[in-house]
């Protein structure tokens, strides 16, 4: 059974700095597209950036891209999330997805994911 368990979220102020993480299990994810999605109150919910777990290959939403960098720690089976220069409009629950798609869509989160995380909060103070 799938888990991917987020962790790392909390309060920070504008400009500051948050890591997330997500714990992925279950399964080998060597083919897989691992992705972060977040929304925001009264929001639909948006991408925000992928990494193909094999070949390392990233796309970002041009709303982080600079700010945020997505990695992945393959012997913890691990997928991070580094947030730099966070901004209030940041602010969301952050949700780590995993889909056996490798497909141009599914690097722009263009689709619907096959597994989900519960999601972890970030809230950035102006």
């Known amino acids: 059974q799938v888990q991917l368990v987020e962790s790392g979220g909390g309060p920070v102020q504008a400009g500051g700095s948050l890591r997330l993480s997500c714990a992925a299990s279950?399964?080998?994810?060597?083919?897989?597209?691992m992705g972060w999605f977040r929304q925001a109150p009264g929001k639909e919910r948006e991408f925000v950036a992928t990494?193909?777990?094999?070949?390392?290959?990233?796309y970002y939403a041009d709303s982080v891209k600079g700010r945020f960098t997505i990695s992945r720690d393959i012997a913890k089976s691990a997928v991070d999330l580094q947030m730099n220069s966070l901004k209030p409009e940041d602010t969301a629950v952050y949700y780590c997805?995993?889909?056996?798609?490798?497909?141009?869509?599914?690097?722009?989160?263009?689709?619907?994911?096959?597994?989900w995380g519960q999601g972890t909060q970030v809230t950035v103070s102006s």
């Open positions: 997805a995993a889909d056996s798609q490798i497909t141009r869509a599914t690097m722009r989160g263009l689709v619907e994911y096959d597994y």
């Open positions: 990494i193909n777990w094999s070949g390392g290959n990233t």
């Open positions: 279950g399964r080998t994810f060597r083919n897989f597209v």
